[in-house]
Nanobody, 123 residues
Framework: QVQLVESGGGLVQAGGSLRLSCAAS????????MGWFRQAPGKEHEFVGL???????YFADSVKGRFTISRDNAKNTVYLQMNSLKPEDTAVYYC?????????????????WGQGTQVTVSS
């Protein structure tokens, strides 16, 4: 059974930083994509960033320059480093993965999801 387990969420003041981790088990994603989405109350899932199997990373315009993604394929883990956090970054953050690499970033193109971790940024 495939599991994605996020950790690292919490409460932080605006301007602060958090690092989210997503550890996968049950299958390897080393050649596939691992990414992050978020969902604020009353809103749809929003793409945050993606680490593609080939090594390239992509980010939503709203987080570009503030968030970075890294991955450790040996640990089957992807990380989201979030700096200069803003109150509008408040959301539940979800890790998502697929065993192949694709340029399609919509949530419907990901096969595996974590349970989510809450990030709250206070002003």
């Amino acid at each position: 059974q495939v599991q994605l387990v996020e950790s690292g969420g919490g409460l932080v003041q605006a301007g602060g930083s958090l690092r989210l981790s997503c550890a996968a088990s049950g299958r390897t994603f080393s050649s596939g994509d691992m990414g992050w989405f978020r969902q604020a109350p009353g809103k749809e899932h929003e793409f945050v960033g993606l680490s593609r199997g080939g090594g390239n990373t992509y980010f939503a315009d709203s987080v570009k320059g503030r968030f970075t993604i890294s991955r450790d394929n040996a640990k089957n883990t992807v990380y989201l480093q979030m700096n200069s956090l803003k109150p509008e970054d408040t959301a539940v953050y979800y890790c998502a993965a697929r065993t192949y690499s694709s340029s399609r970033f919509g949530p419907e193109f990901f096969d595996y999801w974590g349970q989510g971790t809450q990030v709250t940024v206070s002003s």
